[in-house]
């Protein structure tokens, strides 16, 4: 089970949009990493929203699929993307409803009466402050600054603002079990764009940054199926090429897992001497062959 489709229960009496999310068995889980997902629980459940921070591959929407799954109510996913807006959070107008009514029921006298109704779609975050699910919001981010304003009064105040068609502003109180994670990479990386400070402070983030060997290799052998040693051996090779710093993109222990499942799969020596292996590691990690052969000092741990 390694995608959050795994995770989806049945949706029977929920909005599309809203799923209910079981816990993994399947991860790997060290003091750290449970100590994290303990806090964040913690805080969630006395209504306080939990940011998860860190570079790519870290494990951070695992986490969070993890920790929305023990909250034991049905989640919205929502990712971040540079073209949302505000609408895409709060929801927006769809078109208008006429209902024209005749009444003819004296026949001299004819009655007309025309009811003109607003039509609404709720999105992501109206969704789950009105019913009290679960948002996760992953590589916010991602979004516009703008696109994340509805977030301040609803972090805050616990409420949204709906605009109407007539001009008035409805407030949207949130449900008691409404609550919220979100996940983002560091500012630098590219396409992420700084988050308003003000949001930031309304809720705890805890940085997730680069796993020591250890539980890199337990989350690799966990996700693979491979042997610990072996995963080990994987590991110590991408932290090699990450502390070059211009691998840092590519040699994250996603990159670890995929070189994982494709020894396990293929049959393939983590060793030097074996070229399968090192154009597998070239591939993966996108570095010439020259560069990866280099790293014998790394692979002889093998």
């Known amino acids: 089970m390694n995608s959050v489709v795994d995770q989806m229960q049945g949706r029977e009496g929920l909005p599309t949009q809203a799923t209910l999310l079981r816990r993994r068995d399947d991860l790997y889980v060290n003091d750290r990493l449970a100590s994290v997902e303990a806090r964040a629980l913690s805080y969630l459940r006395a209504g306080v929203p939990v940011h998860l921070r860190g570079p790519a591959g870290t494990g951070k929407t695992t986490l969070a699929l993890q920790i929305a799954a023990s909250l034991g109510k049905p989640t919205v996913l929502l990712t971040g993307d540079g073209w949302l807006t505000a609408a895409d959070l709060i929801?927006?107008?769809?078109?208008a409803r006429r209902r024209h009514v005749v009444d003819n029921f004296v026949h001299s006298v004819r009655k007309t009466e025309t009811e003109i109704t607003d039509l609404w779609a709720e999105n992501a975050l109206t969704l789950a402050i009105a019913h009290g699910y679960t948002l996760v919001?992953?590589?916010?981010?991602?979004?516009p600054p703008r696109?994340?304003?509805?977030?301040?009064?609803?972090l805050e105040e616990r409420a949204v603002v709906l605009p109407s068609r007539a001009g008035r502003e409805i407030y949207l109180r949130a449900h008691p079990d409404f609550r919220a994670i979100f996940t983002s990479n560091p500012v630098d990386y590219a396409g992420v764009a700084a988050p308003q400070d003000a949001l930031l402070d309304r809720m705890i983030t805890f940085d997730l940054s680069v796993h020591d060997a250890e539980t890199e290799a337990g989350v690799v052998a966990a996700k693979s199926g491979l042997d610990a040693q072996t995963c080990a051996a994987?590991?110590?090779i991408v932290r090699a090429l990450r502390a070059e710093g211009v691998f840092r993109?590519?040699?994250s222990m996603r990159a670890a897992i995929m070189i994982a499942r494709?020894?396990?799969a293929e049959n393939i020596a983590v060793s030097q001497c074996d070229p399968r292996f090192?154009?597998?590691?070239?591939d993966v990690l996108e570095t010439t062959l020259a560069t990866c052969a280099g790293r014998s000092d790394a692979a002889s741990a093998a």
């Open 262 to 264: 494709v020894v396990k």
């Open 137 to 143: 919001y992953d590589e916010f981010t991602r979004s």
């Open 234 to 236: 994987i590991v110590g």
């Open 249 to 251: 993109a590519s040699a």
């Open 278 to 282: 090192i154009q597998l590691c070239a």
């Open 147 to 154: 696109a994340n304003n509805p977030l301040l009064m609803a």
């Open 91 to 95: 929801g927006s107008d769809i078109g």
